[in-house]
């Protein structure tokens, strides 16, 4: 890896940061687990109660990165034509033109997206996996960087859908803002008094500058020890008795890429299992599914993973 260019574009990354922490205050470390998934190539499934600043720090996201961006409100009326666009009709010549739909951007908020049915849902899968749409038979590549971000909210079930474990599994991160601090809203209050501070957000990054971070990404070194280390949390999942769904070969890969945007984003061009460590709550708890027995005796899917974290030995 290029010495210079590395320590060009961590900056960067630390003024992306700086710049989304201006909006959203108190939630750094949400922020950074945000931007590491940006660098990393994967989505986020942000599962929070509402007005805590979901929508905003995607907006925030968008606006500091120079990126086109689009929101969707998923309702249970919405189709997959919706959101990946259809050909129109043109009366004139008799021939059809295609409107491209909302996922044509670069950052996608889809808001309440378990409130579509499956069916719609999917029409994110190719997007998220492939970062390219198949419409009416022909393959569409999207613009890079593409980033989906949807939110749900974990509190009201009326009229949702679950999302299934395939669509969950096409996350790299589930992510909780949560709500601030005291001191934390009071400042908040103050600084929205005559205007919220998303509206002054100035591009820090450019898209291409992201592109090419998720390149450096990709050659941020991995120990063999640690990849082992990645592969037994991993296997721990698949034969522990309170799970009935244990993590993916997917997961394995993503946990292996997460790792390598926080040790980019730490400013170290190495995996330590330190990066494993703090990625793994938040890539691999949505991947799991409890067995009855432990999903009604009140556990969480969050210390179970916690729980084989502890266990597994970390490689010196």
Same mark, same amino acid.
Request: negative net charge.
């Given at each position: 890896?290029?010495?210079?260019?590395?320590?060009?574009?961590?900056?960067?990354?630390?003024?992306?940061?700086?710049?989304?922490?201006?909006?959203?205050?108190?939630?750094? =470390?949400?922020?950074?687990?945000?931007?590491?998934?940006?660098?990393?190539?994967?989505?986020?499934? @942000?599962?929070?109660?509402?007005?805590?600043?979901?929508?905003?720090?995607?907006?925030? +996201?968008?606006?500091?990165?120079?990126?086109?961006?689009?929101?969707?409100?998923?309702?249970?009326?919405? +189709?997959?034509?919706?959101?990946?666009?259809?050909?129109?009709?043109?009366?004139?010549?008799?021939?059809?033109?295609?409107?491209?739909?909302?996922?044509?951007?670069?950052?996608?908020?889809?808001?309440?997206?378990?409130?579509?049915?499956?069916?719609?849902?999917?029409?994110?899968?190719?997007? @998220?996996?492939?970062?390219?749409?198949?419409?009416?038979?022909?393959?569409?590549?999207?613009?890079? &960087?593409?980033?989906?971000?949807?939110?749900?909210?974990?509190?009201?079930?009326?009229?949702?859908?679950? +999302?299934?474990?395939?669509?969950?599994?096409?996350?790299?991160?589930?992510?909780?803002?949560?709500?601030?601090?005291?001191?934390?809203?009071?400042?908040?209050?103050?600084?929205?008094?005559?205007?919220?501070?998303?509206?002054?957000? =100035?591009?820090?990054?450019?898209?291409?500058?992201?592109?090419?971070?998720?390149?450096?990404?990709?050659?941020?070194?991995?120990? =063999?020890?640690?990849?082992?280390?990645?592969?037994?949390?991993?296997?721990?999942?698949?034969?522990?008795?309170?799970?009935?769904?244990?993590?993916?070969?997917?997961?394995?890969?993503?946990?292996?890429?997460?790792?390598?945007?926080?040790?980019?984003?730490?400013?170290?061009?190495?995996?330590? &299992?330190?990066?494993?460590?703090? @990625?793994?709550?938040?890539?691999?708890?949505?991947?799991? @599914?409890?067995?009855?027995?432990?999903?009604?005796?009140?556990?969480?899917?969050?210390?179970?993973?916690?729980?084989?974290?502890?266990?597994?030995?970390?490689?010196?």
């Amino acid at each position: 890896m290029d010495d210079t260019a590395f320590v060009d574009y961590h900056r960067k990354l630390g003024q992306l940061n700086d710049n989304l922490a201006r909006v959203i205050e108190g939630k750094r =470390e949400g922020i950074e687990i945000l931007t590491i998934a940006l660098i990393a190539g994967g989505s986020v499934l @942000m599962e929070d109660v509402p007005g805590v600043g979901k929508t905003t720090l995607a907006k925030a +996201l968008a606006k500091s990165i120079d990126a086109a961006f689009n929101r969707i409100q998923f309702t249970p009326d919405l +189709l997959p034509g919706d959101i990946l666009g259809s050909s129109i009709y043109n009366p004139v010549d008799g021939g059809f033109t295609f409107r491209p739909g909302p996922i044509f951007c670069n950052v996608l908020l889809g808001d309440e997206i378990n409130r579509a049915s499956p069916r719609t849902q999917s029409a994110l899968l190719e997007a @998220m996996s492939e970062q390219q749409v198949t419409i009416e038979g022909t393959r569409r590549v999207l613009d890079a &960087p593409f980033l989906v971000i949807a939110t749900e909210n974990p509190i009201e079930f009326h009229g949702t859908y679950p +999302l299934p474990e395939a669509q969950l599994d096409r996350f790299l991160v589930l992510l909780a803002l949560g709500y601030p601090d005291p001191d934390t809203e009071v400042n908040i209050l103050h600084t929205q008094r005559e205007q919220h501070p998303v509206d002054s957000v =100035e591009p820090v990054v450019t898209a291409d500058e992201v592109v090419e971070m998720q390149r450096l990404v990709r050659t941020t070194r991995v120990d =063999e020890s640690v990849s082992r280390y990645i592969v037994e949390i991993v296997g721990q999942t698949r034969h522990d008795h309170r799970l009935k769904l244990g993590v993916s070969p997917r997961g394995s890969l993503m946990l292996f890429r997460a790792s390598q945007a926080a040790a980019f984003s730490s400013g170290r061009d190495f995996v330590m &299992p330190d990066d494993v460590k703090r @990625m793994v709550p938040h890539v691999l708890a949505h991947r799991v @599914m409890l067995t009855s027995e432990s999903k009604y005796g009140g556990m969480a899917k969050a210390d179970v993973i916690a729980q084989i974290l502890d266990e597994v030995k970390v490689p010196t």
